[in-house]
């Protein structure tokens, strides 16, 4: 049996963010690469997740603004969504991008492009359920899990036979919902809500916590909401989903109940945005004596590496921070170790991640909440964006910069950037805590006038010394 297993240096299930770059850089160091996919090349950031979502953000960012010309000064028809040439806009985009990471992986030397699914059926040993039919297997000396996951459908009576969207097929749907009720309160949720709120729809938020983005300090949570409620969105805080029901095939009707109250909503489309499971169920890790948690996810040591001695996990499917840019660091992880005989491992890395409501979110290390339940000595430097000279002067003046400082190294241990561009700042703040820079760097730093960065000047000169 084992002589029909093709023998590879590096077996790669999973051609994401992290496994595409690794397949790349090992065979350009001499490796035979195996890398399998089931469905698209780039994974779930080019495929259905970052680049698709952000490519109709931005539409329907230009669709907020041209309903805002008045308030510039621009007398301008109000102008109309044409909903297939956004979703035609979004498709062109994400076949460039996965054309062009498939012709990288099929030109390169040493690298085999499987296409299909794969299952452990021994040590070492998968089974490719191959797209064009057929099956192949191969081994590899060593083993790289990078399936990624996918969106959860939560245990709501009803919801099987509703035709719930979830965060992929929501974007491929033919016309624009005229009510869309979105369960759940988290990054996803909020993006689509106010995505198509922008682009036409009523739309209800469903929240079964106190705040929405629940792992956020409240007071940022809190203003995230505001925001929303200003543009028309409705926000149900502390809301239960009991059951969903579509007596008819244009409407359903999701029944909640908050406190002793129970309500029925009627909308016309529903999108669950409830988290995200692991894609393992058909990989069979037990063959190869992999360990999962009871969720699903492989859990892996501080240098990736699963249960078996070899076999290493990367990505969301291990557990950790679901984010296209943690899936990237790790490959790096396991490059400098794979590559160099390092031992680079994930501890103490600062996770930086983007909000793309408008305006955005952007977070990176502590919450004030995390810093006092770990029991720091901290300050917090806090300002509205109405206090930014660039903010006023584009008429983006929505939201607030928060920061959390050591008391006594003066360093700073995180910062919430809900604003034009917070993203961005967010970002420079990062590279700040990069270098060990107190916070009074940035407090005496001299900003180009005027810029957004200057504001960093007002924020953290709020901190008393």
């Known amino acids: 049996m084992s002589s029909e297993f093709e023998a590879f240096d590096v077996v790669i299930v999973g051609s994401g963010q992290g496994g595409n770059p690794l397949a790349l850089a090992l065979a350009n160091a001499g490796w035979q690469v195996a890398l399998v996919e089931g469905k698209h090349v780039g994974g779930s950031c080019i495929n259905t997740g970052c680049t698709p979502t952000k490519t109709m953000i931005a539409s329907a960012r230009i669709a907020h603004l041209v309903s805002r010309a008045k308030d510039y000064g621009i007398k301008s028809e109000a102008g109309s969504v044409d909903f297939s040439q956004v979703r035609k806009r979004k498709d062109d985009i994400v076949a460039s991008f996965r054309d062009g990471s498939r012709k990288r992986l099929v030109s390169t030397s040493g690298v085999s492009l499987i296409e299909g699914n794969a299952r452990f059926v021994g040590e070492k040993q998968l089974a490719v359920e191959l797209i064009n039919g057929g099956t192949e297997f191969i081994k590899g000396g060593k083993i790289i899990i990078d399936t990624g996951a996918s969106p959860s459908k939560p245990p709501i009576p009803g919801l099987d036979t509703a035709g719930a969207l979830d965060s992929t097929s929501i974007m491929e749907i033919d016309k624009l919902p005229e009510h869309l009720l979105v369960i759940g309160g988290g990054y996803v949720g909020l993006e689509f809500g106010q995505m198509f709120h922008r682009f036409g729809s009523k739309v209800t938020i469903v929240q079964r ?257």
Do not use: C
Request: aromatic share 6%.
């Open 209 to 465: 916590g106190e705040q929405l983005l629940p792992i956020e300090d409240r007071d940022v949570a809190e203003e995230v909401a505001k925001i929303l409620k200003q543009e028309g969105l409705e926000v149900l805080l502390g809301a239960e989903t009991q059951r969903v029901e579509t007596p008819a095939s244009e409407k359903v009707f999701l029944t909640l109940k908050t406190g002793q109250l129970e309500q029925t909503l009627e909308g016309s489309h529903l999108l669950v945005a409830t988290g995200r499971v692991p894609n393992t169920s058909f990989l069979n890790p037990a063959a190869t004596g992999i360990s999962v948690d009871k969720k699903g996810f492989v859990p892996v040591n501080d240098q990736l590496e699963t249960s078996v001695s070899g076999i290493f996990a990367i990505g969301d499917v291990n557990g950790g921070p679901a984010f296209t840019h943690v899936s990237y660091e790790d490959h790096k992880v396991l490059l400098k170790n794979l590559l160099e005989g390092g031992n680079a491992n994930t501890s103490g890395r600062l996770l930086p991640y983007v909000v793309f409501i408008d305006p955005q979110l952007g977070r990176i290390g502590m919450t004030e909440k995390e810093a006092k339940d770990k029991g720091y000595d901290y300050r917090v430097a806090k300002i509205p964006m109405d206090w930014v000279a660039r903010a006023i002067e584009t008429d983006e003046t929505r939201g607030m910069m928060k920061a959390i400082i050591d008391s006594k190294s003066n360093q700073i241990l995180g910062a919430a950037i809900l604003g034009v561009e917070g993203g961005e700042l967010m970002s420079a703040i990062q590279i700040a805590m990069l270098g060990g820079m107190p916070y009074t760097a940035l407090r005496d730093g001299m900003f180009a006038h005027p810029t957004l960065s200057e504001s960093f000047n007002t924020l953290f000169g709020t901190v008393e010394d």
